[in-house]
T-cell receptor
Framework: KAGVTQTPRYLIKTRGQQVTLSCSPI?????VSWYQQTPGQGLQFLFE???????NKGNFPGRFSGRQFSNSRSEMNVSTLELGDSALYLC?????????????????FGAGSRLTVL | AQKITQTQPGMFVQEKEAVTLDCTYD???????LFWYKQPSSGEMIFLIY??????QNATEGRYSLNFQKARKSANLVISASQLGDSAMYFC?????????????FGRGTSLIVHP
């Protein structure tokens, strides 16, 4: 069973540019969530998509956006990049069936996309 | 609001010994799940173990066990017989059932180093 695939794994951008990251979830998983991880702030929730709809959103500016396609693959976009956007961006998928406390709703993470903004 | 606290920034353990990583949590949600993840230097978060708030018994998965004390709001991870490959960051996380508490909350992590 293939895991969660994130592309690209590494990328370098300059301030003001935009970036698009991709996430392919585990087959059959309909929920995809995104996280930003930095040494200073730790792991922070960005947003979650389920059935092509954004279901939850973290406390990030509007420069951070995402979408989900009918095959559950998801993309996130960051526009007008700032130095502080340098981070590891992690994507996770889950079945999102039953209750949130069910062990079946464990998040399975991808290897991440490491973004460096110069 | 949910909160996860991991008070140990770093831990050292001798190979083959057991180690306990601390995690305390706070939530007003009566129903929630607690998770532990391992993050090696490669960056991928690896799921280790899960405990539901209504589970009567402590969860175990191979060498990992979760010492769940609901009244104290603690969910410590115990790794038995440590191996060199256990060296990594370990994150405690929780997830509620409704509204904002459905969003997972992560602790700041504990760096574990296993010495030969």
């Amino acid at each position: 069973k293939a895991g969660v695939t994130q592309t690209p794994r590494y990328l370098i951008k300059t301030r003001g540019q935009q970036v698009t990251l991709s996430c392919s979830p585990i087959s059959g998983h309909r929920s995809v969530s995104w996280y930003q991880q930095t040494p200073g702030q730790g792991l922070q929730f960005l947003f979650e998509y389920f059935s092509e709809t954004q279901r939850n959103k973290g406390n990030f500016p509007g420069r951070f956006s995402g979408r989900q396609f009918s095959n559950s693959r998801s993309e996130m976009n960051v526009s007008t990049l700032e130095l502080g956007d340098s981070a590891l961006y992690l994507c996770a998928s889950s079945p999102r069936t039953g209750t949130a406390t069910s062990g079946a709703n464990v998040l399975t993470f991808g290897a991440g996309s490491r973004l460096t903004v110069l | 609001a949910q909160k996860i606290t991991q008070t140990q920034p770093g831990m050292f353990v001798q190979e083959k010994e057991a180690v306990t990583l601390d995690c305390t949590y706070d939530t007003s949600d009566p129903s929630y799940g607690l998770f532990w993840y391992k993050q090696p230097s490669s960056g991928e978060m690896i799921f280790l173990i899960y405990q539901g708030s209504y589970d009567q018994q402590n969860a175990t998965e191979g060498r990992y066990s979760l010492n769940f004390q609901k009244a104290r709001k603690s969910a410590n991870l115990v790794i038995s017989a440590s191996q060199l490959g256990d060296s990594a960051m370990y994150f405690c996380a929780m997830r509620g059932v409704s509204g904002g508490s459905y969003i997972p909350t992560f602790g700041r992590g504990t760096s574990l180093i296993v010495h030969p």
